[in-house]
């Protein structure tokens, strides 16, 4: 999102050498241990954001040390500006993470200024098949993230072939017993409440939508002013504030990461008219929680908000 609401980190130092160092951890992980470590090898990885970063910890295990650049909530993917300590990272790094499709466009810059014959670069939209233009917000798709921890285990497994099998039990774990609350929570909104007319204050949440079968009626150009940074049309609006004021929507839903005037004033006439209202935000919150722990935080929020819309 580009608005004032955010805070934007430091500018890119000009001029600068630079030079290679390790990444560190600091996405936590909700999944025990799996598997034994069988060749000590430890393989650097930089995720351009943390809720990629956060999936390639708990992928990897004591086989990998993770660094998100994205790691602050109050910073914007959309519109950072990288530091040289960034490029000092990506310098270093034997496998980055980049989301893609515009959302990180200073990301390829750190790739481009710091090539590496060596180094495997996984950038999320060329995996799933969204092409530039398209919803960057892919880490809201289901589909797309189970997608990238495929992905993602098979590269650490060409890159340490010898632990292979150490990469395999950690995905399993992963997937079948640390997802499984986000799993079931998505399983079970879907058969819910499909079809079920939502609201929502930008494109952020269109993935999860199409995710938990739910129908976006909140015009598309909207969503995207709003992700972009740009002035939504009154024609937009109008029709935004006809489908509260007419119930026509039974939840909205906002990133409050970037409550812009014009969705704090639809999130106040939602309320207003006795539309539950939920929230999601762009990137880990808060500081330091893992991928899953996030997301169920907010699907239990939806789907609160579901309940009390439909009395089901």
Not at 6 to 18: D, Q
Not at 24 to 45: F, H, L, R
């Amino acid at each position: 999102m580009r608005t004032t609401p955010r805070l934007i980190a430091a500018t890119l130092a000009t001029g600068v050498v630079l030079a290679v160092t390790s990444g560190c951890s600091t996405a936590s992980s909700d999944t025990a241990d799996a598997g034994s470590t069988t060749t000590g090898k430890t393989i650097k990885v930089v995720a351009a954001e943390n809720f990629w970063g956060s999936i390639a910890t708990q992928l990897g295990g004591t086989h990998v040390q993770v660094k998100s650049i994205i790691d602050n909530p109050n910073a914007d993917p959309h519109d950072y500006e990288p530091t040289a300590a960034d490029g000092r990272l990506v310098a270093g790094a034997q496998y980055t993470i980049v989301n893609g499709i515009g959302y990180d466009a200073w990301a390829d810059k750190l790739l481009s200024a710091n090539p590496e014959s060596g180094r495997t670069d996984l950038k999320v939209g060329d995996l799933v098949g969204i092409k530039p233009g398209g919803n960057p917000h892919r880490w809201y798709s289901p589909d797309n993230v189970h997608q990238v921890i495929e992905k993602i285990t098979a590269d650490y497994k060409k890159m340490d072939p010898a632990d292979a099998a150490y990469f395999d039990a950690r995905k399993a774990t992963f997937e079948t017993k640390t997802l499984a609350p986000y799993n079931k929570l998505i399983a079970d909104i879907k058969a819910k409440y499909a079809n079920t007319p939502i609201g929502a204050s930008e494109s952020i949440v269109t993935p999860l939508a199409e995710g938990l079968g739910l129908k976006m009626l909140t015009p598309e150009s909207f969503l995207d002013a709003i992700s972009e940074g740009t002035d939504p049309t009154a024609k937009d609006k109008q029709t935004i504030d006809r489908q509260i004021s007419q119930k026509l929507i039974k939840v909205y839903v906002y990133n409050s990461q970037n409550a812009t005037p014009d969705v704090q004033a639809q999130v106040k006439a939602a309320e207003a008219k006795g539309i539950p209202v939920a929230t999601v935000t762009e990137t880990l919150t808060p500081a330091g929680a893992s991928f899953q722990a996030w997301q169920v935080r907010q699907l239990e929020g939806i789907e609160k908000a579901l309940g009390q819309a439909t009395g089901r």
